[in-house]
T-cell receptor
């Protein structure tokens, strides 16, 4: 069964460093999402991406964040200068359509900023 | 403000019990999702509902659009059902992003 994959599974970085989180969505899906979950808190939406551009973003997704689909398969989230409060689990998800479509989640990348 | 509220926050049940988890939301939605988060963190979609009722195995999800309320039921619960169950919504104005509830942590004892 097709699945969303994410790499790395864990990343430890120093405050101020850049990180890139990678995702491979399901191949025929058209909509891609990043969510994050700070330890002990609920999952929060960061950004959605369709047709090679951001379709929606949350207040969390400030200028330190960017997303890219550099080729036909990968979908990346870059954090330019990490802060302690960026420590969280980051989930990528994909769906074929938007509002009434099941989203398929990757296993997550656990990011720890020291 | 777009809110999703779940109850209870924590639930402990004996194996075999019938379980109900409730979700209420504050705005018009295009769809309501129930997801399961495993202890390792992974998230799996269980149901996506825009009306009525859906059933998959021992899981049943219902939604009442007028009352802005949904329930997830688990029949004949089993220890392997232990997980966090999360309600999330696509609200009417969104482009597909989900707004999540805080989740209900279910523990089923043998």
């Amino acid at each position: 069964e097709p699945e969303v994959t994410q790499t790395p599974s864990h990343q430890v970085t120093q405050m101020g460093q850049e990180v890139i989180l990678r995702c491979v969505p399901i191949s025929n899906h058209l909509y891609f999402y990043w969510y994050r979950q700070i330890l002990g808190q609920k999952v929060e939406f960061l950004v959605s991406f369709y047709n090679n551009e951001i379709s929606e973003k949350s207040e969390i997704f400030d200028d330190q964040f960017s997303v890219e689909r550099p080729d036909g398969s990968n979908f990346t989230l870059k954090i330019r200068s990490t802060k302690l409060e960026d420590s969280a689990m980051y989930f990528c998800a994909s769906s074929y359509g938007t509002r009434q479509e099941t989203q398929y989640f990757g296993p997550g990348t656990r990011l720890l900023v020291l | 403000k777009n809110e999703v509220e779940q109850s209870p926050q924590n639930l402990t049940a004996q194996e075999g019990e019938f379980i109900t988890i409730n979700c209420s939301y504050s705005v018009g939605i295009s769809a309501l999702h129930w997801l399961q988060q495993h202890p390792g963190g992974g998230i799996v979609s269980l149901f996506m509902l825009s009306s009525g009722k859906k059933k998959h195995g021992r899981l049943i999800a219902t939604i009442n659009i007028q009352e802005k309320h949904s329930s997830l039921h688990i029949t004949a619960s089993h220890p392997r059902d232990s997980a966090v169950y999360i309600c999330a919504m696509n609200y009417g104005g969104s482009q597909g992003n989900l707004i999540f509830g805080k989740g209900t942590k279910l523990s089923v004892k043998p």
